[in-house]
């Protein structure tokens, strides 16, 4: 985490929770472990999240913020693309949960990212699918359920975004680091 809080960023500070979460995602992204980003595993994340993105979309995601010039994107720039991402309210994700507070924006876009059906609620089906999709084969749809239950606020055994917002703001539940 020291390493994170030398990484220059422009426009807003991010807070340090934020940081740590995109610490995580890094090193959770970072499938050979060598502590940058190729446009391979940029590509395989964005197109596992469902993205149809372009070999030439990924490279310009990465120019904007590739800082030493390498064509990898290493944490502080990966942190980079993400802030000026926040900062901007550019994704189409934000634009329809409004963007007054940067955080709610990153947390609803990561939402939507669950909610594969766009529905409007994550269910353990989602889950599943998208945690499998990471590389997280671990969690069998049950534990899913589980997971999902934790957090289920009314007992409709989803999740609204305002009980994943609630989870990743209280890092209360089974996705807390905790």
């Known amino acids: 985490m020291a390493f994170v809080t030398e990484c220059e960023t422009h426009g807003r500070k991010p807070s340090q929770e934020l940081l740590k979460e995109l610490s995580d995602a890094f090193e959770f992204f970072d499938l050979n472990g060598d502590g940058k980003l190729s446009i391979q595993e940029l590509g395989t994340v964005v197109r596992e999240l469902g993205d149809a993105v372009t070999e030439e979309e990924l490279q310009m995601l990465i120019k904007r913020v590739d800082s030493d010039g390498?064509?990898?994107?290493?944490?502080?720039?990966?942190?980079?693309?993400?802030?000026?991402?926040?900062s901007t309210c550019s994704s189409l994700d934000s634009e329809s949960f409004g963007c007054s507070d940067g955080e709610s924006d990153a947390l609803a876009a990561a939402f939507n990212k669950f909610d594969t059906n766009k529905d409007g609620f994550i269910s353990p089906e989602e889950l599943h699918k998208v945690l499998g999709a990471f590389g997280e084969e671990k969690f069998s749809l049950e534990e899913c359920r589980c997971m999902i239950k934790s957090v289920d606020d009314n007992g409709d055994q989803v999740m609204s975004l305002l009980e994943f917002q609630a989870l990743m703001n209280d890092n209360r539940g089974p996705f807390s680091a905790a």
């Open 70 to 86: 390498d064509g990898q994107l290493d944490l502080c720039e990966f942190i980079e693309l993400n802030t000026q991402a926040i």
